[in-house]
């Protein structure tokens, strides 16, 4: 039986709000300095809860968040900070999967060089000072002093469709915060120490860790937040065909 449709007077107004919507999706940036200014419990309740309404294939909802603040989150931090200085680091600690390409080719080598010399440009770090590129990565495992870090994970047995419908799950929260004043930065910085991750989090083997998050109040006056990263134009990436 065919489910009765849904009265077009009790469907939200959505294009009154379309400039609210926009507004919140062309503002969100990956905020690297936050302010110690608290997030209530509620309003991240509020905010997962409207992501949860991402859609996922036969409505699986793939994903499981931890939700780290105070004591858990600064001791989650210690350790993370830990295992990144150590000499072995590199070798000591891999992902589990490839975020990035393992052979990097046009027009992405250029697009991510350029991020990333421009974030150093603003934070005065010149081109082959490794301690002070060390130093700035490592504000990853600090959640970029945020208040609020989010652990995402996924059960093993889920393939590549749930991970898609994971990343519209992560949109949904970056904008939902967004609508709420606040900012975040999605970390796959987190990947390589996923062991002392699923450790600190006393995490089941079935669980296997997709990425973090910083979530809070941006900081103002900090210059590497004034960043404003590129986007291609509409018809660099797009084909409309009609016939």
């Known amino acids: 039986m065919s489910r009765p449709a849904i009265p077009p007077s ?3 107004d959505c294009a009154s709000d379309s400039s609210a919507v926009d507004a919140a999706i062309t503002s969100r940036r990956a905020v690297r300095r936050f302010l110690p200014r608290p997030v209530p419990r509620e309003v991240v309740e ?3 809860r409207v992501a949860s309404r991402a859609p996922s294939g036969t ?3 793939p994903w499981q968040v931890h939700v780290l603040t105070g004591a858990a989150l600064r001791r989650l931090c210690d350790r993370l ?3 990144y200085d150590r000499p072995d680091a590199a070798t000591e600690y891999t992902e589990e999967y490839a975020y990035y390409p393992l052979q990097w080719c046009s027009p992405y080598i250029e697009r991510r060089r350029k991020v990333g010399w ?3 440009g603003l934070l005065g770090i010149a081109k082959g000072d490794k301690p002070a590129m060390h130093a700035q990565h490592r504000r990853n495992f600090v959640f970029f002093d945020a208040p609020v870090g989010l652990l995402f994970t996924i059960d093993r047995v889920l393939e590549l469709g749930s991970w898609l419908d994971y990343g519209m799950f992560l949109q949904n929260i970056m904008i939902a915060a967004r609508a709420r004043g606040l900012d975040t930065c999605p970390q796959a910085a987190f990947t390589p120490f996923h062991r002392v991750i699923a450790e600190e989090l006393q995490l089941d083997a079935s669980r296997q860790l997709v990425c973090g998050m910083a979530l809070g109040w941006a900081d103002p006056d900090a210059v590497e937040n004034t960043l404003v990263t590129e986007r291609a134009e509409v018809d660099e990436f797009t084909v409309f065909r009609d016939r």
């Open 46 to 48: 509020q905010i997962l």
């Open 118 to 120: 421009d974030l150093y």
């Open 59 to 61: 409505n699986i909802q």
């Open 10 to 12: 009790s469907l939200p």
């Open 81 to 83: 900070v830990r295992a």
